[in-house]
């Protein structure tokens, strides 16, 4: 067997290509060109005005903040059950692996909801915390928990396919060799999982970041306090506030894009150490 | 022999341990406050909220829009998948990491600009509008943000099987004076259905729960243009938690046990592929 080889498209195939760039252009391009359009049609000056509002700020650093907790929590928590479903076998263990999936059959506002009746003022533990003053829902905890919870799945995602493929043998090798935990997992399992990692970590931050229904439910959008950047375009594009939505729509859009082109480049070292082993063979 | 003899690796207690620990308070506790909570209602007034004509209609819209949103993305995503496997053009690399736009632009962002694009007085929506096609604050609108939010799961489940596709069976088909309908419908399209089709059901259960990018272009009209999220969404801005529970469970048990099915026909088509090649 081998496997499809692309070739230069015949006529039909260029009206094909015509067709699907068309979509792309309409679709995925002009979207993004609008953002900068938008966002610079009053002048640079209505856009660092903007930028440099003090609410706007408020949301860059709040949502800075979420990021800055979710994803190593992700990242740690990710990599141990990628470490438990892969290289042991147990009771159970599919089970587990189906688990880590489910945040993506939840939607955001459903997420959302069960967390308001979990710590809510009238949820199982609100009243407790509320006995104790801490507050959860409506403050960064509740955000930072929701946003924990739609990430989750992401850096277990990427390791799970990859590591299965590795199997353990290398590992085993080392620790018979004498090598303490710590050191087979940082200079066997890490190097071999070096770019599957960090892809997660990118697509853990990319979701971090936009996140929207279930952060919309539990954040109470306080202006300046509980409001995430894509919490504040909403706000912004409901005081018909343009320039200043589609400021902060340009810095998520710039974040996304920085998303692809690092996901790209991890791409691109993954291959070529795919190409050297193929080539060693 | 003992398992627990045989196991060189450290970590299992620890991992398995931490593992458990953080989905039963990530993920379970939550779930399972929900599901309680929803239990803790009586049936008269679960019958009262899910019979309300207003939830009935954003429950159709819902259906309505997502249904024709996948059918879209199974052809759209088709083609781009088709064009991106089987052509050297200029620029491709660049389609192919763009197609993930969707998953790493926030849905607000998307909804934003999809809205005002489409307009009728956006770069796209003042072609339309002399045709008399409306497309923000409609359902049409809808169904372009569910289109755009859900495209790469199709494209990315079709490019795997399409460059597995070895040309043998073509150029065979070919040879033997096979029409290309005759090799697209007879040879391409059985290879690669199971793949199309759980793109296009991943892309349909995406739909039915997508809120951010709807609410901006939906219009949100009672009746007309809400979706069943944001009638969860509305419920909690009424405190009516009870009424936000029971939707939000009716979405919930709708959306795993799609995913349950597309999970079993995935792991039944990768056996057969497992034992064909």
Redesign the interface.
Known sequence: MQTYVARAPSTGGKWLIALGLFFVAILLILPLLLIFATAFKSGWNAFTQNLLDKDMLAAIRLTLLVAVITVPVNLVFGTLVAWCVTKFNFFGRKILIAFIDTPYAIPPVVAGLCYLLLYGNQGWLGEYLSEQNIQIMFAWPGIVLVTIFVTCPYVARELIPLMEVQGKDEEEAAVLLGASGWKMFLKVTLPNIKWALLYGTVLTTARAVGEFGSVAVVSGSIRGETNTLPLHVQLLHQDYNAVGAYTAALLLACFALLTLVLKSIFEWFEQRKLDRVESIK | MN?KKS??????T???G???F??SL??L???V??VS?FLGISWEEIQFYLTDPRLLSAFRVTVITAFWASVINAF?GL??A??L?????P???F?D??????????????G???S??FATNG??GQWLAPLGIQVSYTMLGIILAM??TS?PFVVRSLQPV???????FEEAAASLGAS?PQIFFRIILPHIRPALMIGTALSF?RS?????AVI?IAGNMPYATEVA?LM??TY?GEYN?AA??AV?MV??VT??LL?LIV?LAQSMYFRRYARE?
């Open positions: 398992l196991r060189v690796l450290p970590g299992f620890l991992s398995l931490l593992s458990v953080y989905f990530i993920v506790l939550p779930a406050t929900l909570n759209l083609l781009l088709w064009i496997v089987r052509y050297e053009f620029g491709k690399k389609v990491t763009l197609v993930d736009l969707p998953f790493a632009l926030p849905t607000a962002v998307a934003l600009i999809l005002a694009l770069w796209v289109v755009f495209i399409l460059e597995d596709l070895s040309p043998e290309k259960v039915l729960g997508e809120f951010g901006f999220s969860i969404y909690i938690y936000a529970a939000a979405i919930l959306s795993l995913l999970q090649s």
